[in-house]
């Protein structure tokens, strides 16, 4: 999966292209939104336009809009190119069906009767995702050593900060049979947790 600062092909039918000019003066002040309370609203990225944004300890200025990506300007540093599409998979708040109604008719003898339709108890139930939305950076650093050789691994790695050949971060999500680790710096990358516990399970 790529991480937020990769661009990746839209299956929109208009991309949001930004026609307003690139900020050259960005306003610092104040304290930076989290991304996730705007990366679920409608009208994103185009409300985040100007406005000064954490996303995983990565705070600045959403300076442009380019196609599917926003270009994020910290007060120090190098700007930074995040994917729209990907900011929205990671920090959207996941959107649930509303239950439909029930229905109540009566039959001959006067005995209520309910009628179920379209009820989340008649449809299969859907996995909920879970990630971890806030990792903790400054927790000890561990190496994945620490945790591959053991009996429940990758359960046992949920939420450590790890250590991968010199990159580092918080092990955020499991896909299937992969792990997600984001680094401080806002990248994620995956790794395959067979092949981990192949290549550091062993003593």
Do not use: W
Not at 123 to 129: I, L, Y
């Amino acid at each position: 999966m790529p991480s937020p600062t990769q661009s990746e092909p839209s299956n929109e039918a208009t991309p949001p292209t930004s026609k307003r000019p690139v900020i050259t003066a960005p306003d610092f002040s104040g304290t930076p939104q989290p991304i996730r309370e705007l990366a679920g609203r409608e009208d994103f990225p185009h409300c985040a336009y100007g406005v000064y944004i954490d996303i995983q300890g990565f705070a600045g200025v959403v300076v442009e809009i380019i196609a599917q990506s926003i270009k994020v300007r910290p007060s120090e540093g190098m700007t930074q190119r995040f994917n729209v599409n990907r900011l929205k998979v990671l920090f959207a708040p996941e959107v649930r069906p509303e239950p439909v109604a029930v229905a109540v008719t009566a039959r001959a003898d006067d005995r209520p009767v309910a009628i179920r339709r379209g009820t989340v108890e008649e449809r299969p139930a859907r996995p909920e995702r879970t990630y971890v939305s806030d990792p903790d950076f400054t927790a000890s650093i561990l190496p994945i050593n620490a945790y591959a050789g053991q009996p429940d691994f990758p359960k046992c790695a949920y939420g450590k900060h790890v250590e991968i050949e010199g990159y580092t971060g918080v092990v955020v999500e499991f896909v299937k049979s992969s792990l997600k680790i984001r680094s401080a710096a806002g990248t994620t990358r995956s790794y395959n947790a067979e092949v981990l516990r192949k290549n550091y399970g062993s003593p």
